[in-house]
């Protein structure tokens, strides 16, 4: 959903362009690297500080990414070292650098232990494994085969956008403390569109460094994931709402795609009202017993006709989960194992 509301204020009008960050606070920096398709940029955050440089998150593995760093090394990196790498979450546009530039730095990498493993898997797992879990579970969701292919292929397609992951790394995890930039940062890790994704807090200057937890312009992704399909985290997105909400409403939130903002609370709301809205949708077109491809059709037809079919089958089942966990519907499999979900009676 796309939503620029009137009630978020956007403090830098022109965004970074090429390998020139902007500074958005004393020694921190925002770097947008590019990506392909509509979403066509994340964004990096530089942070410098006594004892060298922190990167925090890194783009996806492609010449273009590649042609950035070349030339922000060449500039703003050129003086002193990269100390460190802190990687939000798992993700191709988050992780997908991460091994060419920890080699080329020497750099420490920071993540979340379910980041990390989710994003080994993705990287060293079999293609076979990998186009098997996804048949299981689109079998499971009543996809026709033909449309499966095509998600599959797509699905084992996007690993060419990661190199390996470096062999070590370090952990974090919410509650910890993370020295960056001559900054202490509170660390908080949040469960939805990402099984432990990490944010940033700066209690002194009032900055969050959200990662994807919260963007301003598009709700972020809430999926499920082929290997747990009855997973529910539409409800660790909400839960996250409640820990986010107690911070000061002049945070100046930091996000992966988009511009920094105000209007934190604001944004929660907003994105609340967004899925609530989802699951009345979602709810009211179980008149009749219906599989999850068959509610993604409905509810999302554009994104199943194009190229985002699996990430909206795969949110329509975040809904659906949610629901059924909370007794507004049922979940059956018939004798083939497809699974058909029904409003729960009165």
């Not at 292929?153 to 910890?176: E, H, K, M, W």
């Not at 990430?311 to 089942?317: D, G, I, V």
Request: charged share 20%.
């Amino acid at each position: 959903m796309h939503s620029h509301s009137q009630s978020l204020q956007f403090p830098f009008e022109i965004p970074p362009v090429g390998a020139a960050p902007v500074e958005v606070a004393v020694g921190l920096f925002w770097l947008r690297l590019p990506l392909p398709g509509r979403l066509d940029h994340v964004n990096a955050w530089l942070c410098d500080g006594p004892d060298g440089w922190t990167v925090i998150d890194c783009g996806m593995n492609s010449a273009e990414t590649q042609s950035v760093w070349d030339r922000t090394f060449e500039t703003t990196l050129a003086a002193r070292r990269v100390s460190d790498i802190l990687v939000t979450h798992g993700h191709v546009d988050h992780v997908g650098y991460l091994g060419t530039l920890a080699k080329r730095t020497g750099a420490a990498v920071w993540m979340s232990l379910s980041e990390h493993l989710t994003a080994g898997m993705r990287i060293t797992e079999p293609e076979e494994r990998i186009a098997e879990q996804a048949e299981t579970w689109l079998t499971w969701c009543g996809c026709p085969p033909d449309e499966s292919e095509t998600i599959i292929a797509n699905r084992i397609g996007i690993r060419s956008n990661f190199v390996p992951l470096p062999l070590q790394y370090r952990r974090l995890q919410t509650g910890d403390s993370f020295p960056a930039g001559g900054t202490i940062w509170e660390v908080r890790a949040f469960g939805g569109h990402a099984p432990e994704m990490i944010t940033l807090f700066d209690p002194d200057r009032h900055l969050l460094i959200a990662a994807d937890q919260i963007l301003s312009h598009i709700t972020p992704p809430i999926t499920v994931h082929p290997g747990e399909p009855y997973g529910d985290p539409l409800q660790e997105f909400f839960a996250s709402f409640d820990t986010l909400a107690q911070l000061p409403a002049d945070t100046l939130v930091l996000p992966s795609h988009g511009a920094p903002f105000y209007g934190l609370h604001e944004r929660l709301a907003q994105l609340r009202s967004h899925h609530e809205a989802r699951l009345e949708q979602v709810e009211a077109t179980l008149d009749t017993p219906q599989t999850p491809y068959a509610v993604a059709r409905m509810v999302f037809a554009r994104a199943m006709a194009g190229n985002h079919a699996r990430q909206a089958l795969s949110e329509t089942l975040a809904h659906l989960n949610y629901l059924q966990r909370r007794g507004r519907v049922v979940a059956d499999l018939d004798d083939h194992g497809v699974a058909h979900f029904s409003r729960q009676a009165d």
